[in-house]
T-cell receptor, first 113, second 110 residues
Framework: DTTVKQNPRYKLARVGKPVNLICSQT?????MYWYQKKPNQAPKLLLF???????READTFEKFQSSRPNNSFCSLYIGSAGLEYSAMYLC????????????FGEGSKLTVL | GDSVTQTEGQVALSEEDFLTIHCNYS??????LFWYVQYPGEGPQFLFR?????EKGSSRGFEATYDKGTTSFHLRKASVQESDSAVYYC?????????FGQGTKLSIKP
């Protein structure tokens, strides 16, 4: 079963409110990723976990937090949503950091009003 | 910084046409190169990869050849079908990260 699940699929949030997105995978993959996708832009890597080690991209370091309580789950947390956070958030997992073969979920569409 | 450029934002073809989607990259190291495909309502799916110069990757009738000299990894298919309608992403892999291009939306008219 090569499935990555994301919840919620759609999220409506008010400016200034927190947002928590959840991702799960049952493939026992050691690496989990979060990408942000806006229309007409490339998916942008926000952060990834290799096992329990979190790596955040420098330009989004302060905007997103994440936790990985166990191998199967990973969350993406926005403490105070702004309009610029409206996007599709894609979670992915892989076995080993260097294979490049990522398995993506269907995405969580966040709309901030 | 490292980046991927896909020239075409959208491509419209008829069934049995030949497909080319251009992909060029800029990287500080020697990256692996990938193609991913995304169908409506789904997440991107791995199509294939190539890891070294002149290596050809292929899957489902699609193919691309790693060209270090021209820093390119163009996607080709000899005869497209309506079911190939999707968004195609070129990506490079370096230091455990995948960097994607903007994507090319392929529409096939029956």
């Amino acid at each position: 079963d090569t499935t990555v699940k994301q919840n919620p699929r759609y999220k409506l949030a008010r400016v200034g409110k927190p947002v928590n997105l959840i991702c799960s995978q049952t493939m026992n993959h050691d690496t989990m990723y979060w990408y942000q996708k806006k229309p007409n832009q490339a998916p942008k890597l926000l952060l990834f976990y290799y096992d329990k080690i979190l790596n955040r991209e420098a330009d989004t370091f302060e905007k997103f937090q994440s936790s990985r309580p166990n191998n199967s789950f990973c969350s993406l947390y926005i403490g105070s949503a702004g309009l610029e956070y409206s996007a599709m958030y894609l979670c992915a997992s892989s076995s080993g950091r260097r294979t490049g073969q990522l398995y993506f979920g269907e995405g969580s569409k966040l709309t901030v009003l | 910084g490292d980046s991927v450029t896909q020239t075409e934002g959208q491509v419209a073809l008829s069934e049995e046409d030949f497909l080319t989607i251009h992909c060029n990259y800029s990287a500080s190291g020697y990256p692996a190169l990938f193609w991913y495909v995304q169908y409506p309502g789904e997440g991107p799916q791995f199509l294939f990869r190539a890891s070294r110069d002149k290596e050809k990757g292929s899957s489902r009738g699609f193919e691309a050849t790693y060209d270090k000299g021209t820093t390119s990894f163009h996607l080709r298919k000899a005869s497209v079908q309506e079911s190939d309608s999707a968004v195609y992403y070129c990506a490079l892999g370096l230091q455990g990260k995948l960097i994607f291009g903007q994507g090319t939306k392929l529409s096939i008219k029956p």
